[in-house]
């Protein structure tokens, strides 16, 4: 069974950056693709970032291009989220996910694993 547990959350000022980290245990070398999502109250579970692991490929939605970047420490087992300049706007609770299907990757339901997740709350 895999299991995801994120950690790197926290308070930041506007402009700030953070980087979250998305440690897998039980790690199947079937996994196909790992992903971030967020979701702020009242709304969706919207896709940020995304990893296939095994072309290492990384792939951004709107919300995750230009301020944000995905990596994979494969000698970790460790997916991370760097994030620069943040707003308010990115103020959410973070998850990580991981699949083995190739599908959608910024479709929610294509994953099968999912972290707890850890708070970002940015502050003007």
């Known amino acids: 069974q895999v299991q995801l547990v994120e950690s790197g959350g926290g308070s930041v000022q506007a402009g700030g950056s953070l980087r979250l980290s998305c440690s897998v245990s039980?790690?199947?070398?079937?996994?196909?693709?790992m992903a971030w999502f967020r979701q702020a109250p009242g709304t969706g579970r919207e896709g940020v970032a995304a990893?296939?692991?095994?072309?290492?490929?990384?792939y951004y939605s709107p919300i995750g291009k230009g301020r944000f970047a995905i990596s994979w420490d494969n000698a970790k087992e460790t997916l991370y989220l760097q994030m620069d300049n943040l707003n308010p706007g990115d103020a959410a609770m973070y998850y990580c996910a991981a699949g083995r299907a190739a599908a959608s990757i910024f479709v929610a339901s294509t994953y099968t694993y999912w972290g707890q997740g850890t708070q970002v709350t940015v502050s003007s």
């Open positions: 039980g790690y199947s070398h079937d996994l196909y693709h």
């Open positions: 990893f296939v692991i095994g072309e290492r490929l990384t």
